[in-house]
Structures are given as C-alpha cells and as structure tokens.
C-alpha cells in the first residue's frame, strides 16, 4: 500500500470487556463496586498508616506506597471503563490513549518494584531483626521508593514512547478495554519488532528481575523461620509476611500468565480477562489481604473508628 493511502488514526474504539448490549449495565456495576471497593480499601490503608502513631514503621511505609500505587493504578484503567459501559460509542483519542498506557505502565512498573522492595523488608526485619531499624532506615526508605517512582516512569516513557513511535493507519479497534501495548502493537501498520522487543524485554526483566530479590528474600525468610525453635516463636515470624506472600503470589502469577510468554501463544481474549485482574481486582484485594490478616492495621481502624483524634 503506499503511503499516500494510509489514513492516519486520530482515536480509537475500545471493544470493553464485552460487547453484548445485555451486559452492559449488570458489567458497569459490577465494575463499579470493584472500583468504590478499591479507592475505599486503599485510602483506608493510605489514612491509618499515615495517622495512626503505632504503624510508623518502614513496613507500614512501604505499605502506603503500595496502596498509593493499587489506587493509582486502578484510577487510570476505570473511570474510563465504567463510562463505556454506558455509551455506544467506545472512542478514545489517540493522546488520552497514549496518556492511559503510560500512567497505566508507570503504575505496574512501580508495583512490581514495591513488592520486591516489601520482600525485602521482610528479609530484613525476620533475619536480622536486632539490626532492622538500623538497617531499614528512614533514609533508605525513601531511597528505594523514590528509585522505586522513577524507574516506573522512565520505563513508562521509554516503553510508550516506543508502542506509539509506529505507525496507526485505518485500523482502529482496540481488543481491550484500556490502552495496552500488545492490543496497540497488533493494530500497527508500520513495522513492530523494535517496539515488540522493547515490550517483551522490559517486562520479562522487570517480572523476573523482581521476581528473583522476592524469591531470594522469602527463601532466607524461611531458612531463619525453621531455625526458630519454638512454635510461637515460628508462627508470629510466618504471620508478619503471610499477607505480603499471598499479594506476590496473586500479582505476580497473573502477570507471568500475561506476558512472559511468546507473542504465537498469545490470546487477546484470555489476556483480556487476566487485566480485569491485575487491574482492577488485584488492587480491591490487597487492602482486604493486609488488614484482615494483619493484627495491627485491624488495631489501628479500631482506635480510629472509636477515636480518630488519638490515633
């Protein structure tokens, strides 16, 4: 075709996360407790660990920075979604595409880094808990999250920059209900290996990179755990990174499920339904993982839903 023909893409359709008229309604309000759910769960951790005096430690810290994420996260992908449940027509223009998958990119970025980050801590505070204050300090803290918001941005910039560096002629239809690199990728008309390359490096690095400090930390986790002689003693170490281990296992399975696997095995529609769930579900869940399970975030609502001003 020569160039002289292509039509150039100014928005794009999304397909949602189904197209049949009968479930558009009961979808967007499923959707729409999911994400009330999730801005309520996460500003409750975001609130309670910032006032409450008794979870002033760089778990809880780390613990906001995560909740910051889980909402932003969610807050990209959402009000957008639940608003074409209720039109015809599923348009985005092409800048606010290109702004959704970088914000979307930036956000899974910095949670993957923050959860290898929380791994850490665990390591630290179960393997060397005489020293975890001195180690884990503030300073720190704040250097691996601000490393931790930076390396989410430069990959957002490098990787978007990259999925919209090609060319978008006259197809136009995105299989996805937000803006995502492989549903873009596949629309392309121009060439796609750079970008795809880019795309499949930067997440099998970020998913494995993580992946590997998470694993490591847990291993030596478990090590001191079974050099713990009494039971009690094996139990509360165990209780302080269940939550923490039940968050990696969930994000991290789904999203080794979505990319890090060969574009000739890839299936849109499966991809589709496992966004729903690093997306949106995901981010509902984790304050639900942490405070049920966690004894002193339960302590901390209980003293400020009775007192807030002792908090």
Same mark, same amino acid.
């Given at each position: 075709?020569?160039?002289?023909?292509?039509?150039?893409?100014?928005?794009? !359709?999304?397909?949602?996360?189904? +197209?049949?008229?009968?479930?558009?309604?009961?979808?967007?309000?499923?959707?729409?407790?999911?994400?009330?759910?999730?801005?309520?769960?996460?500003?409750?951790? !975001?609130?309670?660990?910032?006032? +409450?005096?008794?979870?002033?430690?760089?778990?809880?810290? %780390?613990?906001?920075?995560?909740?910051?994420?889980?909402?932003?996260?969610?807050?990209?992908?959402?009000?957008?979604?639940?608003?074409?449940?209720?039109?015809?027509?599923?348009?985005?223009?092409?800048?606010?595409?290109?702004?959704?998958?970088?914000?979307?990119?930036?956000?899974?970025?910095?949670?993957?880094?923050?959860?290898?980050?929380?791994?850490?801590?665990?390591?630290?505070?179960?393997? @060397?808990?005489?020293?975890?204050?001195?180690?884990?300090?503030?300073?720190?803290?704040?250097?691996?999250?601000?490393?931790?918001?930076?390396? #989410?941005?430069?990959?957002?910039?490098?990787?978007?920059?990259?999925?919209?560096?090609?060319?978008?002629?006259?197809?136009? !239809?995105?299989?996805?209900?937000?803006?995502? @690199?492989?549903?873009?990728?596949?629309?392309?008309?121009?060439?796609?290996? &750079?970008?795809?390359?880019?795309?499949?490096?930067?997440?099998?690095?970020?998913?494995? #990179?993580?992946?590997?400090?998470?694993?490591?930390?847990? %291993?030596?986790?478990?090590?001191?755990?079974?050099?713990?002689?009494?039971?009690?003693?094996?139990?509360?170490?165990?209780?302080?990174?269940?939550?923490?281990?039940?968050?990696?296992?969930?994000?991290?399975?789904?999203?080794?499920?979505?990319?890090?696997?060969?574009?000739?095995?890839?299936?849109?529609?499966?991809?589709?339904?496992?966004?729903?769930?690093?997306?949106?579900?995901?981010?509902? &869940? @984790?304050?639900?993982?942490?405070?049920?399970?966690?004894?002193?975030?339960?302590?901390?609502?209980?003293?400020?839903?009775? @007192?807030?001003?002792?908090?």
């Amino acid at each position: 075709m020569a160039p002289e023909n292509f039509t150039r893409v100014t928005e794009f !359709i999304l397909t949602g996360v189904s +197209d049949c008229p009968e479930l558009q309604i009961p979808l967007f309000l499923v959707f729409l407790v999911l994400y009330v759910l999730t801005v309520a769960g996460n500003l409750g951790i !975001i609130t309670l660990t910032s006032v +409450d005096s008794r979870l002033q430690t760089p778990m809880y810290f %780390f613990l906001r920075q995560l909740a910051i994420i889980n909402l932003g996260n969610s807050t990209v992908i959402a009000p957008k979604m639940l608003i074409n449940f209720l039109v015809k027509k599923k348009t985005i223009s092409f800048y606010e595409c290109a702004t959704q998958l970088g914000g979307f990119l930036f956000f899974i970025v910095s949670e993957v880094m923050m959860l290898a980050v929380m791994a850490y801590d665990r390591y630290v505070a179960i393997c @060397n808990p005489l020293l975890y204050m001195v180690v884990v300090s503030r300073r720190l803290c704040l250097l691996l999250v601000s490393l931790t918001y930076l390396y #989410g941005f430069s990959t957002a910039i490098v990787v978007s920059s990259c999925v919209f560096s090609v060319s978008y002629c006259s197809s136009n !239809i995105i299989n996805n209900f937000y803006c995502d @690199n492989v549903p873009l990728l596949a629309l392309s008309c121009s060439d796609t290996y &750079l970008p795809e390359t880019v795309v499949f490096i930067s997440a099998a690095t970020n998913v494995v #990179g993580s992946l590997i400090i998470v694993l490591v930390s847990y %291993f030596n986790i478990v090590l001191s755990i079974l050099k713990i002689r009494s039971s009690e003693g094996r139990k509360k170490a165990f209780s302080t990174c269940a939550s923490h281990m039940m968050s990696v296992t969930v994000f991290y399975g789904t999203l080794l499920f979505m990319y890090v696997q060969p574009r000739s095995n890839h299936s849109l529609d499966t991809d589709k339904m496992a966004s729903v769930f690093y997306t949106l579900v995901v981010p509902m &869940l @984790n304050p639900l993982i942490y405070s049920l399970r966690n004894k002193d975030v339960k302590a901390a609502l209980q003293r400020f839903m009775t @007192n807030p001003q002792k908090t």
